[in-house]
């Protein structure tokens, strides 16, 4: 089954507005013909409304790296799904291991949020994968089968064809531990098990899964090359054009 073909930039806490706005201008204007192949940025939410300005027109799409699940209220300091869809964002990036480590996000958190990107037409990028005490553990696939199972709790079958799952295994994110081709791919297959059992064959075999974690211009081949990765999620390697755009190519 033919499925998106995704390469998404996050580029966490960094960049000032004047480098957001460069970086951003640098990937349009070196992405020539990408055919199908979707290009998703994920700037800082302060610049995220001034990065949809500059995409409009152009193939590439823009998201948040978090959001809170109520519309509005009294919750200092966060940002609400009406706010990022008023901001121009197409995709919300939710559950990412910084946001579950750091800030203690629990799959609970995660499900309600996927809801609440749903309800605002945002698409979610859902992200999910083990420690490395997990993994060494025997429990990695166990841990990742249960946050799949809790990101999706209440959700019927055909509010999936927006989702995007990226698996990120936590000892690789930022690391320059990459999971070899191999490793990956076999977390990949879990998920796709997952998603069958929860949804069915058809969702489970047309969800794009992208793999994230140390992805650079060298190791792309071989992860891209597998037949359960459909793209990549790309921390430090995405902030700079040259070599966000090599990923994006050679992908
Ligand atoms: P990294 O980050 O590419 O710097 O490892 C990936 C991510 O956190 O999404």
């Given at each position: 089954?033919?499925?998106?073909?995704?390469?998404?930039?996050?580029?966490?806490?960094?960049?000032?507005?004047?480098?957001?706005?460069?970086?951003?201008?640098?990937i349009?204007?070196?992405?020539?013909n990408?055919?199908?192949?979707?290009?998703?940025?994920?700037?800082?939410?302060?610049?995220?409304?001034?990065?949809?300005?500059?995409?409009?027109?152009?193939?590439?799409s823009?998201?948040?790296?978090?959001?809170?699940?109520?519309?509005?209220?009294?919750?200092?300091?966060?940002?609400?799904?009406?706010?990022?869809k008023?901001?121009?964002?197409?995709?919300?990036?939710i559950?990412?291991?910084?946001?579950?480590?750091?800030?203690?996000?629990?799959?609970?958190?995660?499900?309600?949020?996927?809801?609440?990107?749903?309800?605002?037409?945002?698409?979610?990028?859902?992200?999910?994968?083990?420690?490395?005490?997990?993994?060494?553990?025997?429990?990695?696939?166990?841990?990742?089968?249960?946050?799949?199972?809790?990101?999706?709790?209440g959700?019927?079958?055909?509010?999936?064809?927006?989702?995007?799952?990226?698996?990120e295994?936590?000892w690789?994110?930022?690391?320059?531990?990459?999971?070899?081709?191999?490793?990956?791919?076999?977390?990949?297959?879990?998920?796709?098990?997952?998603l069958?059992g929860?949804?069915g064959?058809?969702?489970?075999?047309?969800?794009?899964?992208?793999?994230?974690?140390?992805?650079?211009?060298?190791?792309?081949?071989?992860?891209?090359?597998?037949?359960?990765?459909?793209?990549?999620?790309?921390?430090?390697?995405?902030?700079?054009?040259?070599s966000?755009?090599?990923?994006?190519?050679?992908?």
């Amino acid at each position: 089954m033919k499925r998106r073909e995704i390469f998404a930039g996050n580029w966490k806490m960094y960049t000032t507005h004047a480098e957001a706005m460069d970086l951003a201008r640098g990937i349009i204007g070196g992405m020539g013909n990408m055919g199908t192949r979707e290009v998703v940025l994920f700037p800082p939410s302060l610049h995220v409304r001034d990065v949809v300005n500059l995409c409009k027109g152009t193939p590439v799409s823009v998201g948040v790296q978090n959001m809170y699940f109520e519309k509005e209220g009294a919750f200092t300091g966060e940002i609400s799904p009406a706010m990022v869809k008023d901001a121009g964002a197409r995709f919300c990036l939710i559950g990412h291991s910084e946001r579950r480590h750091v800030f203690g996000e629990t799959d609970g958190q995660v499900n309600k949020k996927v809801l609440a990107g749903l309800e605002w037409g945002l698409e979610p990028m859902v992200c999910v994968g083990e420690l490395l005490e997990e993994r060494e553990s025997g429990r990695g696939e166990s841990v990742v089968r249960s946050q799949i199972e809790g990101a999706f709790v209440g959700l019927a079958g055909h509010r999936m064809k927006t989702i995007v799952i990226a698996y990120e295994p936590v000892w690789a994110i930022g690391t320059g531990k990459v999971a070899t081709p191999e490793m990956a791919e076999a977390m990949h297959c879990v998920i796709r098990d997952v998603l069958a059992g929860l949804f069915g064959g058809e969702i489970a075999g047309s969800t794009p899964i992208l793999y994230g974690g140390s992805v650079k211009p060298d190791n792309i081949k071989g992860l891209f090359g597998m037949a359960n990765i459909d793209g990549v999620l790309v921390g430090g390697a995405s902030l700079k054009a040259p070599s966000f755009l090599d990923i994006v190519r050679v992908g």
